[in-house]
């Protein structure tokens, strides 16, 4: 099934984005639900509303994956659900009403000890004037009534006694005026209950309890461990997660049997965490329950999940959709999206743009032994493309490049194509996308199948360039170590891969100063490449990337310049840089060069587009030698469109040009491929439909 995993994405780790989903917790879901043969949309949900209902339109997923926490306020946590009943999707997790009941602290807890479950004593505090009763036993613990992840608890949210209270409470107001919740704190141990509905059938999903265990250098001021804000995302080394919690069976059973009655007068729908504490005497108290809880890769639903059957993020994902689809009658079966039943109609009033990519599943290690699909575009570039191409009024169809394309192209009934599909393997991988659209005869983004090719085989690029007196580095081609010729090559020569991108097979180690060394580095490459290694003359001068458009005529942007920290040794600029920045290179655009340099720069390169037979955009790598002279280094016609991270976005807005606009630039000569083509079609005679028109009529 087609599935939009909504979500807020945390962009920096600061407090009012403490509940956000880091991009490897995005990226972990997406590849889990993806596993499961699911089509997966991304949606993060950092936006105005009108424009996230027209994406989820555009979308029609067949579900809603949400994870969405909300930005402010006492309902934030509902907006979304409520969103989705509005537009009638089915969604997993929570309603509307749960989330805003389960947010408030206070009234979880009145609701939680209607059904006999145990609950310290509470006062909600809404004016820094309240007085506290006096049969309230201290110490207490002032924590906001509305927030989770342990935001706004301290160690010096425990007080000891009065005289510190009435302080510590206005001091928490200021910072959250919502509401401040004062309660009776419970000396002992933390302990999680997850819950996953239709699982664990005797205990009503509740999933075995997970202790935590903190041992921390400094001693709270309180004189009680707390597990506060900075323990939680600072000093999460910090704590230990026991699963099963070592507890005594009578213990367990209360809390299972506590949990299970706080789900159910809460009305908790397939996933969430309940927090409990334990004291010495083994009391149990109810403390709150996370209608969102987190689905990290490192939660504790994972590893309690794991101990009644559900081994990995697949299998607990798989039950929350099963759940969800049980309870809205839908089929949970996964199937191909060539196989869908129901094709999204289609919007007569705009353009179909079928988004083309492969998405990285697998994370990326800095030694480069992980990195099959280190070209590949994250789920997170994919949702930006599908909400920049939407903001401009088309629809946008997500396909991914498996072999299942070609019958999902005539499913799809695209008009034009947005192609940043890399390919799975051979010096033609990137050719197979453009090849397949142009039998198909539809119009799309970027080089054609020639380009493609001809531009990933480096050596071949350089004799292209070369021909047509473009400097580039000296060069031999190596298939096999054991007839190892270097000609007239000068050393210090570099040896990397001949067709792949990205840096790969690039290291410090590349740069060699000896035949031996060639032959060592060359035996590597090509066990690990299969195409063979290019060994290349080494130059010395700086670093430069040129990003060239092509909308109505050709346009260099400013140049980039790759600047390289480390005082001694060769500057390479390594596959590790491109996916760990480690301080050890910046890149400054635009760069700081003298007009005639850049006049060198932006005619090099956009010859170099020329001769190549690029289209629509693409991004040039050059090099100067001792003398100063730019040298060509290699020509990517899939530059990647990571938003404000990939080489050609950056360029983009220091040349002016925001992502949508950028994204804009490069579809606008497909739209025109697309009319010259409408136009050059014979029109039907009134009355009259072409077989086109009618095929579609039909389908729809």
Same mark, same amino acid.
């Given at each position: ?364 290690? /800095?030694?480069?032994?992980?990195? =099959? +699909? #280190?070209?590949? @575009?994250? %789920?997170?570039? &994919? !949702? ?19 072999? /299942?394309?070609?019958?999902?192209? =005539? +499913? #799809?009934?695209? @008009?034009? %194509?947005?192609? &940043? !599909? ?36 480096? !050596? ?241």
């Amino acid at each position: 099934m087609r599935i939009a995993f909504t979500h807020n994405l945390q962009k920096k780790n600061t407090l009012d984005q403490a509940e956000f989903d880091t991009a490897a917790t995005v990226e972990a879901i997406s590849a889990a639900l993806e596993r499961l043969g699911h089509e997966v949309v991304p949606v993060e949900v950092s936006r105005r509303l009108p424009e996230l209902v027209s994406c989820l339109e555009r979308i029609q997923p067949d579900l809603v994956f949400n994870t969405a926490e909300g930005f402010s306020g006492r309902t934030r946590e509902a907006l979304y659900p409520m969103i989705f009943e509005q537009l009638e999707l089915p969604f997993t997790g929570s309603d509307g009403f749960v989330c805003t009941t389960t947010l408030d602290k206070r009234l979880t807890k009145l609701l939680v000890a209607s059904r006999g479950v145990p609950t310290p004593k509470s006062l909600l505090v809404e004016d820094a004037r309240t007085s506290v009763p006096t049969d309230f036993r201290f110490p207490v613990i002032i924590k906001p009534n509305f927030e989770g992840s342990s935001k706004g608890i301290i160690p010096d949210s425990v007080v000891h006694g009065p005289d510190r209270l009435a302080q510590r409470v206005a001091e928490t107001l200021v910072q959250y005026p919502d509401g401040v919740l004062v309660e009776e704190f419970i000396v002992g141990t933390d302990v999680v209950v997850p819950f996953l509905e239709g699982v664990s059938p005797r205990t009503g999903g509740v999933l075995p309890p997970a202790q935590y265990r903190v041992c921390r250098p400094n001693t709270s001021p309180s004189g009680f461990e707390v597990y506060d804000y900075e323990l939680k995302h600072d000093q999460s080394n910090a704590v230990t997660v026991e699963v099963p919690a070592k507890l005594p069976s009578p213990v367990i059973d209360r809390l299972t049997d506590y949990a299970r009655r706080a789900v159910e007068v809460l009305g908790v729908r397939d996933l969430g965490r309940l927090d409990f504490r334990v004291t010495p005497d083994d009391e149990v108290f109810f403390l709150e329950m996370n209608a969102l809880p987190s689905l990290e890769p490192e939660a504790s639903i994972y590893a309690s999940a794991s101990l009644v059957g559900l081994r990995d993020i697949d299998a607990v994902l798989a039950a929350v959709v099963r759940s969800a689809c049980a309870r809205q009658g839908l089929d949970s079966g996964a199937r191909p999206p060539a196989l869908r039943r129901h094709r999204s109609p289609r919007r007569h009033d705009a353009t179909r743009v079928g988004l083309i990519y492969n998405l990285k599943r697998t994370s990326l290690d /800095a030694d480069g032994h992980n990195d =099959a +699909e #280190a070209e590949f @575009d994250s %789920a997170h570039t &994919i !949702a930006a493309l599908i909400e920049a191409i939407g903001s401009w009024g088309h629809e946008v169809v997500p396909l991914e490049a498996t072999p /299942a394309l070609p019958a999902e192209l =005539a +499913e #799809a009934d695209i @008009d034009v %194509a947005f192609n &940043i !599909a890399e390919g799975y393997g051979g010096r033609s991988r990137e050719s197979a996308v453009p090849a397949l659209l142009d039998l198909h005869g539809i119009p799309y983004t970027g080089s054609d199948a020639t380009a493609m090719a001809l531009t990933l085989d480096k !050596a071949v690029a350089k004799r292209l360039v070369s021909q047509a007196g473009i400097a580039t580095p000296g060069f031999v081609v190596l298939r096999r170590v054991d007839e190892m010729n270097l000609g007239p090559l000068d050393f210090p020569v570099i040896v990397k891969p001949v067709a792949e991108g990205t840096s790969k097979g690039i290291g410090q180690a590349s740069v060699c100063t000896t035949p031996r060394q060639v032959r060592e580095r060359a035996a590597e490459i090509i066990e690990r490449y299969p195409d063979g290694a290019l060994v290349e003359e080494y130059l010395s001068g700086r670093e430069f990337t040129v990003g060239v458009l092509e909308d109505e005529h050709l346009q260099a942007l400013p140049p980039m310049e790759v600047r390289f920290h480390d005082a001694d040794g060769f500057h390479v600029y390594s596959y590790a840089h491109k996916i760990d920045a480690d301080g050890s290179v910046s890149f400054e655009v635009p760069a700081q060069v003298e007009p005639a340099l850049a006049a060198w720069l932006e005619r090099t390169a956009k010859a170099a587009f020329e001769v190549l037979g690029c289209r629509d955009f693409a991004r040039i790598d050059l090099r100067l030698d001792d003398s100063g002279e730019p040298h060509f280094i290699e020509c990517n016609p899939l530059p990647g469109l990571a938003p404000g991270w990939s080489d050609l976005c950056v360029i983009a807005q220091a040349a002016g040009l925001s992502y949508r606009e950028l994204i804009q630039k490069i579809l606008a000569p497909a739209m025109r491929r697309l009319d010259k083509e409408r136009m050059a079609q014979p029109q039907p005679l009134p009355g009259q439909t072409s077989w086109k028109t009618e095929a579609r009529n039909a389908a729809d």
